[in-house]
């Protein structure tokens, strides 16, 4: 039995271009980060799905060429992760730098909430002002909006209900 816990069935996952050039491995298990046009960074598990395809942390299974050819398409970057960040028994799963901070998404399966929000300042390091979520969607919204808040510069309040704009019926 292979006791490596980033690699549980001894395969390694192949990521190459879409014209079939090797660019890295990761172990069964292993994470890598995505990073966006945007400059938005998330973090992903793999997992071997055979020869050719994988799981990237979505439950979705790719054919690895298949990735490639999306990634390229966005213009998204990806490179493997040796160990992901992980902050008071939460893995930062996702990362938005916005001006001077960067905003975060973490998940810790064992929290009585296990989704949270935190800033950080780029100035110094840890993360502050977390907002904790019982739902992945909720922390998900709370994750844009604070990023859009920072952007912006208009005032977000987390504990207020958001309500969509009413659309106008012009049909009348």
């Excluded at 172990?27 to 997992?47: A, L």
């Excluded at 989704?115 to 100035?123: E, G, K, L, M, P």
């Excluded at 969607?137 to 207020?160: L, M, N, V």
């Amino acid at each position: 039995m292979n006791e490596n816990k980033y690699n549980p069935n001894g395969n390694d996952i192949r990521f190459i271009t879409s014209d079939y050039k090797e660019l890295f491995r990761v172990p069964d298990g292993g994470h890598i980060t995505i990073t966006y046009p945007d400059g938005e960074q998330v973090t992903r598990k793999c997992v071997y799905h055979g020869e050719t395809h994988v799981d990237i942390g979505s439950g979705n299974t790719y054919h690895i060429c298949e990735f490639a050819e999306r990634m390229e398409r966005n213009g998204s970057t990806y490179a493997p992760c040796p160990e992901p960040e992980i902050v008071g028994g939460y893995m930062i799963t996702d990362r938005m730098p916005v001006r001077d901070k960067i905003i975060v998404l973490a998940h810790n399966p064992n929290a009585v909430q296990p989704w949270v929000t935190w800033q950080a300042r780029n100035d110094r390091p840890g993360y502050d002002w977390g907002h904790y979520w019982s739902d992945k969607s909720d922390a998900r919204t709370d994750y844009f909006r604070r990023a859009d808040s920072e952007r912006t510069g208009k005032p977000y309040d987390h504990t207020k209900a958001y309500k969509q704009p009413k659309k106008r019926d012009d049909a009348r």
